[in-house]
């Protein structure tokens, strides 16, 4: 007996990470948006600081990722909690560096686009592909999650060292990174560039995106900020992650019917 299943299909049966559309983006910016505010949540607002801090949230990354590869494939809930975690935990690891270790945000951002690059390159020798719509295995995933949360760091480096270090301030960080991700999205589209080179290339930069936007709303006009404030943002931001990821948890399990049904069809059967 053998089976032929299209790729498409075996992607949304047995992928361990979700589909790549709008919505995902949509997630992804605001999970960065609010692991910058809510990690300055607890740091200052509750007062528990910078180490207390990324003990528990890392502890809690750890029981996400523990709870995320017990899982035999993509579960909406669970996948977007762990990067909301990773991405709270990537700001403060970061922020520990600059803000405890005396650490220049220019050095931190070489430091993590070195383990970026490393980590893709040690990933590429062993499984011959970084692309996301291929992870199958525990090992892939491994690979995965290290390089999400190198992105995570360096993308808070590379966003504070502009907004901050440069004194361009948030709005001009906001501006500058949208035309950037806008550069890779035409280069994709009108240039057909790598398509997996453009979404690594994207992912790094939703994150000094969704950083320049949480300190844009969250921080005091003093400091160039809004003045909303780090709770009123990160909460109304959980609300909408929450909402979206349920609504992809919706359009997945419906997606997998689906699925299963054509690769029933697709079995055949010889003799």
């Given at each position: 007996?053998?089976?032929?299943?299209?790729?498409?299909?075996?992607?949304?049966?047995?992928?361990?990470?979700?589909?790549?559309?709008?919505?995902?983006?949509?997630?992804?910016?605001?999970?960065?948006?609010?692991?910058?505010?809510?990690?300055d949540?607890?740091n200052?607002?509750?007062?528990?600081?910078?180490?207390?801090?990324?003990?528990?949230?890392?502890?809690?990354?750890?029981?996400a990722?523990?709870?995320?590869?017990?899982?035999?494939r993509?579960?909406?809930?669970?996948?977007?909690?762990a990067?909301?975690?990773?991405?709270?935990?990537g700001?403060?690891?970061?922020?520990?560096?600059?803000?405890?270790?005396?650490?220049?945000?220019?050095?931190?951002?070489?430091?993590?686009?070195?383990l970026?690059?490393?980590?893709?390159?040690?990933?590429?020798?062993?499984?011959?592909?970084?692309?996301?719509?291929?992870?199958?295995?525990?090992?892939?995933?491994?690979?995965?999650?290290?390089?999400?949360?190198?992105?995570?760091?360096?993308?808070?480096?590379a966003?504070?060292?502009?907004?901050?270090?440069?004194?361009?301030?948030?709005?001009?960080?906001?501006i500058?990174?949208?035309?950037?991700?806008?550069?890779?999205?035409?280069?994709?589209?009108?240039?057909?560039?790598?398509?997996?080179?453009?979404?690594?290339?994207?992912?790094?930069?939703?994150?000094?995106?969704?950083?320049?936007?949480?300190?844009?709303?969250?921080?005091?006009?003093?400091?160039g900020?809004?003045?909303?404030?780090?709770?009123?943002?990160?909460?109304?931001?959980?609300?909408?992650?929450?909402?979206?990821?349920?609504?992809?948890?919706?359009?997945?399990?419906?997606?997998?019917?689906?699925?299963?049904?054509?690769?029933?069809?697709?079995?055949?059967?010889?003799?």
């Amino acid at each position: 007996m053998t089976e032929t299943i299209p790729h498409h299909i075996r992607t949304i049966l047995f992928n361990r990470v979700p589909e790549i559309t709008i919505a995902f983006w949509v997630i992804k910016i605001l999970s960065t948006t609010t692991g910058e505010t809510f990690a300055d949540y607890l740091n200052v607002d509750v007062g528990l600081g910078l180490t207390v801090t990324t003990w528990v949230m890392g502890g809690l990354l750890v029981a996400a990722l523990i709870a995320q590869f017990a899982t035999k494939r993509y579960t909406s809930g669970i996948y977007w909690t762990a990067v909301v975690l990773i991405s709270v935990v990537g700001t403060l690891v970061t922020d520990t560096l600059t803000d405890v270790l005396g650490v220049e945000l220019w050095a931190s951002t070489v430091f993590f686009s070195a383990l970026l690059a490393l980590t893709f390159g040690i990933w590429f020798i062993r499984e011959r592909t970084l692309s996301i719509h291929t992870i199958f295995t525990r090992r892939r995933e491994a690979f995965y999650w290290v390089a999400i949360l190198f992105t995570f760091a360096l993308g808070t480096a590379a966003g504070d060292l502009i907004t901050e270090g440069f004194g361009l301030g948030y709005l001009v960080g906001v501006i500058l990174f949208t035309a950037l991700i806008g550069v890779i999205v035409i280069a994709r589209y009108s240039f057909n560039a790598n398509i997996v080179f453009c979404f690594w290339a994207a992912y790094v930069l939703t994150r000094p995106l969704g950083a320049s936007i949480g300190d844009l709303l969250s921080q005091a006009p003093a400091d160039g900020g809004l003045g909303i404030g780090t709770t009123a943002t990160s909460v109304t931001f959980l609300i909408v992650i929450v909402a979206v990821a349920t609504y992809l948890g919706i359009k997945v399990r419906k997606q997998r019917g689906d699925a299963e049904v054509v690769e029933l069809a697709s079995v055949s059967v010889t003799v």
